[in-house]
């Protein structure tokens, strides 16, 4: 890919992500693909510890006070009315939203001051479009009738990860397919997610997510359960931390209990994900509904086998009898019985684990969803 020619000017990109930690594991190999070409990266996050980590990169960070859980009318007003200032002053030539508030609050700043291309990303359709709760379900008709008014535009983009929510946003938000552009997920590390031998001991399985009711975390550890009731004996390890910005989260003091009991091996939130996965015989991801998940995405590259819910985005990943097994989304017994068929045949997990890591480098090496994601940058602006 060559650096644009932008005759003697430098384009800026502006991200708006929520949290900065978010972007440093999922969005900065696409700011860094960007600086290559040319572009200015300017970042609008809530600080956190990941801002130095990411100045050191080279993208300027612009703090906000934001959380994706706020209710309070005039602070949420605050804030865009701040972005709205941010965005009058950066004057970017693309700005890149991720997720659906950022994307709502985005999209507004952007077509009130004028934005020449914006980029919208939706890595799932979240708590709002997933949760069967009165609250979603108050906020899902004017949540959509938003997006239906701030999507549209000529010089729109919005990225979905798989192909299964492509009639959703069409028919739900009134989005043209030719603005709709499908790039599968954030993309792997393929250097740093590498396949290693199996751990010696009992089988151990590892569900990697946020805590949240639609991962299926209450799924896994019913699955759990029935198999140590039945006398298999499986580990079945949890990494990740409650996320109180979500509505759907577990309580922490929930998650003790189920470590204390011995249901699950509590891990907490891991640093080193090539480590803990490297630690597991078969990677878990029960969720409900997803974009198309990191966590699968990093145990394929390090060839595991996995099981998952047959919901979109997890079988992009997890293809049946093929890198994993899929069982239907909210039945723990079907779960149950899925882990137990991995866990019971040795050759069956090596078998789907070298198939696993052959999809992901020849679909989800990051490279590869940078260039995507470059071509689009390319194509929306002014120059070529």
């Known amino acids: 890919m060559t650096v644009l020619n932008t005759a003697g000017k430098r384009p800026k990109l502006l991200f708006f992500v929520s949290e900065g930690w978010y972007f440093l594991s999922h969005r900065l190999p696409l700011a860094l693909a960007a600086m290559e070409l040319g572009f200015e990266v300017a970042l609008i996050t809530r600080p956190d510890r990941s801002g ?6 080279g993208v300027r960070v612009i703090p906000l006070d934001f959380f994706r859980a706020g209710e309070n009318p005039r602070h949420e007003l605050s804030i865009i009315r701040r972005l709205i200032e941010i965005y009058r002053q950066e004057a970017p030539d693309i700005a890149h939203h991720v997720a659906v508030k950022p994307v709502i609050y985005g999209s507004l700043a952007a077509k009130l001051t004028g934005v020449p291309a914006v980029v919208n990303a939706l890595a799932g359709l979240g708590y709002i479009f997933v949760s069967h709760s009165l609250e979603a379900r108050l906020l899902r008709p004017p949540i959509k009738l938003a997006m239906r008014y701030l999507l549209s535009g000529k010089n729109y983009r919005l990225i979905l ?3 299964d929510d492509i009639q959703l946003v069409r028919d739900s938000m009134g989005v043209r397919r030719e603005n709709i552009r499908i790039i599968r997920g954030s993309g ?8 290693s031998p199996e751990p010696e001991g009992r089988v151990a399985v590892l569900l990697a997510s946020r805590l949240l009711k639609d991962k299926g975390v209450a799924e896994y550890v019913a699955a759990s359960r029935m198999l140590r009731g039945q006398g298999l004996d499986i580990e079945f390890l949890l990494a990740g931390d409650v996320d109180l910005a979500n509505p759907a989260s577990f309580p922490r003091s929930q998650v003790e ?13 891991q640093a080193d994900m090539p480590a803990a996965i490297a630690k597991a015989h078969i990677a878990c991801l029960p969720s409900y509904r997803e974009g198309l998940p990191k966590a699968l995405l990093e145990a394929a590259a390090c060839g595991r086998p996995m099981v998952a819910a047959d919901v979109p ?5 997890v293809r049946h009898g093929e890198t994993g097994l899929l069982a239907p989304p909210r039945d ?11 866990a019971q045949d040795r050759q069956m997990r090596l078998r789907m684990g070298q198939r696993a890591r052959q999809v992901a480098e020849a679909e989800f090496g990051q490279e590869l969803i940078a260039r995507q994601t470059m071509e689009i940058y ?6 070529p």
Do not use: Y
């Open 378 to 383: 390319q194509s929306m602006l002014p120059w």
């Open 188 to 195: 792997v590390d393929l250097q740093a997610f590498r396949p």
């Open 161 to 163: 990860q798989n192909t």
């Open 332 to 342: 723990a017994k079907a779960l149950a019985k899925a882990i137990a068929s991995l």
């Open 52 to 57: 130095q980590i990411l100045a050191d990169k």
């Open 257 to 269: 209990r189920w470590h204390k009991e011995g249901a699950v091996n509590w891990l907490g939130w």
């Open 313 to 317: 985005g997890c079988r992009d990943v």
